[in-house]
């Protein structure tokens, strides 16, 4: 069989198949031109999930007769202006996207530079027509219909309206994070289902889209190291998510979904987060172009970087560092969950007469109930001498204990976690401060104090090592070995000791004592190669003890069901405020919930 050239059009579908694989990868590529355009407006009408019609428009610096009748022939761009590869400074550069997409669409462009005829030009299938003069203004109007007409085989493979919908929504949502001096809108089927305003800061932006719960439960990372800058925002431990799809990466402005970036994620908050929840957050990495290779894949969403221990080290400390200063804080859309489960159904806000469900009575508070079961106005009632009376020196329930009626002085309640005032069944504390009540889970508390006293005092001690009295043979392949001879001295730190044994073999000579007779030590190595070729760092034994020290805080604490007194309780409120991630217990959970007081005097209908 003889080796034949391929036509010109088969070539540019090929092309196309790597490039724009959905509408939403078309969409990203004609948006990301709008960007490199300048443009501070940019929306995008799609139907039929983008795939009948995508229609971008922008405000940007538009293209002459020249440009535009270029801008169709596959590797031509402006965005290059040198041969070098790693001098990037715009979204685009390869010249891919616009012929990729008009060799599988008909594809209509709309352009107008300033001061500048307006031009106008189609491609049918990869089949360029003639630019004509036209009437628009300033910008750029790209107009695509029929995605994957010329190659049904590909259309075949699109996923449902609503999937290639969300998916378009994802991509501009993505993009809007790291420009939040443009505006973008997203209409689809005639319906404006996006609609994000120019705004200078970010934070905004991503509250705008994530939430506002996003934005009061996040703490701003800024961060600096041998030339490379992280920045963003990261979600507090105690708001999180069944999936990593509220995670957002960010490398140059570009959106990526890395491997590293997000096992640097899991990292850093494996030790406050349980296994299957995923924090939220956006994070925007920026280095010199020539630390980071963009072109390693068409789409342009991985990336591959030069020193990826050191962006690997910037980001875990980054993240920890600022969950360390955000210390004891918990998400406040807990307590907007508690207050929501607390909200009493069909309770009366009106002044009028009671309302009888059943046996009982719900009664507004100005109502009491006199000497003869009757009720009426507490101002106007003749019966007040007969209202019943509490006996203040009756026992308190042990289920709402109250020791000695707690005495705090005043400046208790302007501690963060206020002052104690009782404890309820044995296993809630419950504290006033200044503009509200908090209510503390007393053994959660409790379990992550002593987890990191336990971590604490193992940082300032080499772990103990327990050596084996015969050597544990371990086989595996040379590729395994090699990473973990690599990193033999940070294991030899965390108490695991290993040699070469041969070909094929390594041998375990001693092991963290505090792992002893609690870990099968050949899973524990061949789970430790896994994680160093993933993250090329050790995690895996470190989460092991971490685990151990864990389990032992939470039996060495205070248990469910105790009795405390008052000392006792503000002693454990002082400690959850110098310690950090207090918030949250060892498995995650919170360890308290603060409530508002102008929160609290709503559901009592006095506000």
């Keep these: 069989m003889r080796i034949r050239y391929l036509p010109e059009t088969l070539i540019n579908?090929?092309?196309?198949?790597?490039?724009?694989?959905?509408?939403?990868?078309?969409?990203?590529?004609?948006?990301?031109?709008?960007?490199?355009?300048?443009?501070?407006?940019v929306n995008v009408t799609i139907r039929d999930g983008g795939k009948s019609l995508i229609i971008v428009s922008?405000?940007?610096?538009?293209?002459?007769?020249?440009?535009?009748?270029?801008?169709?022939?596959?590797?031509?761009?402006?965005?290059?202006?040198?041969?070098?590869?790693?001098?990037?400074?715009?979204?685009?550069?390869?010249?891919?996207?616009?012929?990729?997409?008009?060799?599988?669409?008909?594809?209509?462009?709309?352009?107008?530079?300033?001061d500048n005829e307006a031009w106008?030009?189609?491609?049918?299938?990869?089949?360029?027509?003639?630019?004509?003069?036209?009437?628009?203004?300033?910008?750029?109007?790209?107009?695509?219909?029929?995605?994957?007409?010329?190659?049904?085989?590909?259309?075949?493979f699109l996923k449902s309206e609503r999937a290639e919908y969300m998916a378009v929504k994802d991509t501009i949502t993505r993009l809007s994070m790291a420009n939040?001096?443009?505006?973008?809108?997203?209409?689809?089927?005639?319906?404006?289902?996006?609609?994000?305003?120019?705004?200078?800061?970010?934070?905004?932006?991503?509250?705008?889209i994530l939430g506002k719960e996003f934005g009061d439960n996040s703490i701003e990372i800024n961060s600096e190291r041998e030339g490379i800058k992280l920045s963003g925002y990261a979600g507090l431990p105690t708001l999180n998510r069944a999936t990593s799809q509220h995670q957002y990466l960010f490398v140059n402005?570009?959106?990526?979904?890395?491997?590293?970036?997000?096992?640097?994620?899991?990292?850093?908050?494996?030790d406050v987060l349980h296994t299957g929840r995923h924090p939220m957050l956006a994070l925007f990495l920026t280095l010199s172009g020539e630390e980071v290779d963009?072109?390693?894949?068409?789409?342009?969403?991985?990336?591959?970087?030069?020193?990826?221990?050191?962006?690997r080290g910037l980001i875990i400390s980054s993240l920890k560092h600022a969950l360390h200063e955000g210390g004891f804080q918990s998400s406040s859309s807990i307590s907007t969950s508690a207050l929501g489960a607390m909200r009493p159904s069909g309770f009366p806000n009106s002044k009028s007469l009671p309302i009888t469900r059943g046996n009982s009575q719900a009664v507004p508070h100005s109502y009491i109930r006199n000497k003869n079961g009757e009720y009426g106005n507490l101002a106007d009632s003749q019966n007040m001498a007969y209202t019943t009376q509490m006996d203040m020196n009756a026992d308190i329930m042990p289920s709402a204990r109250n020791e000695n009626f707690i005495q705090n002085t005043p400046e208790n309640e302007n501690f963060p976690l206020g002052a104690a005032r009782a404890q309820l069944h044995e296993n809630y504390i419950v504290a006033q401060t200044k503009n509200g009540i908090v209510i503390v889970?007393?053994?959660?508390?409790?379990?992550?104090?002593?987890?990191?006293?336990?971590?604490?005092?193992?940082?300032?001690?080499?772990?103990?090592?327990?050596?084996?009295?015969?050597?544990?043979?371990?086989?595996?392949?040379?590729?395994?070995?090699?990473?973990?001879?690599?990193?033999?001295?940070?294991?030899?730190?965390?108490?695991l000791e290993i040699e070469s044994f041969g070909a094929g073999a390594i041998a375990v000579q001693s092991i963290p004592a505090i792992?002893?007779?609690?870990?099968?030590?050949?899973?524990?190595v061949c789970d430790l190669a896994d994680d160093i070729l993933e993250s090329d760092n050790v995690q895996n034994i470190e989460k092991q003890i971490n685990n151990i020290l864990s389990s032992m805080a939470c039996h060495g604490s205070i248990r469910s069901g105790r009795r405390m007194n008052a000392d006792e309780m503000n002693y454990l409120l002082r400690e959850m405020e110098e310690t950090p991630y207090s918030g949250q217990c060892n498995h995650g959970r919170p360890t308290y919930i603060e409530l508002n007081l102008n929160d609290i005097e709503k559901l009592f209908g006095r506000r």
């Design 180 to 208: 939040p001096n443009i505006s973008f809108t997203l209409a689809h089927n005639g319906k404006t289902s996006l609609k994000l305003p120019a705004l200078l800061d970010s934070r905004e932006r991503l509250s705008s």
């Design 441 to 495: 889970d007393q053994h959660a508390a409790h379990e992550r104090l002593t987890y990191e006293r336990f971590k604490a005092q193992m940082s300032e001690c080499e772990i103990e090592k327990q050596g084996l009295l015969t050597p544990e043979i371990i086989e595996l392949d040379e590729g395994q070995i090699e990473l973990l001879l690599k990193h033999r001295d940070a294991l030899s730190t965390l108490g």
């Design 58 to 114: 922008d405000n940007g610096s538009g293209m002459n007769k020249e440009d535009l009748i270029a801008a169709f022939d596959r590797h031509a761009t402006s965005k290059l202006t040198g041969n070098d590869l790693l001098n990037i400074q715009y979204m685009g550069f390869r010249g891919e996207a616009l012929p990729s997409i008009a060799a599988v669409a008909r594809v209509k462009i709309t352009t107008c530079m300033q």
């Design 253 to 270: 402005g570009r959106p990526v979904r890395d491997k590293l970036l997000h096992g640097c994620v899991r990292a850093a908050y494996f």
């Design 13 to 41: 579908q090929i092309a196309a198949g790597e490039v724009v694989e959905r509408p939403a990868a078309a969409v990203k590529e004609i948006v990301e031109n709008s960007i490199d355009a300048g443009a501070t407006q």
């Design 120 to 156: 106008e030009l189609q491609v049918d299938g990869g089949k360029k027509g003639e630019a004509i003069p036209c009437a628009h203004t300033l910008g750029t109007q790209v107009e695509v219909r029929d995605l994957f007409y010329a190659t049904p085989a590909r259309l075949k």
């Design 294 to 311: 963009i072109n390693v894949h068409p789409a342009k969403t991985e990336v591959r970087f030069r020193d990826p221990g050191l962006v």
């Design 515 to 524: 792992l002893a007779d609690k870990t099968n030590i050949k899973h524990l």
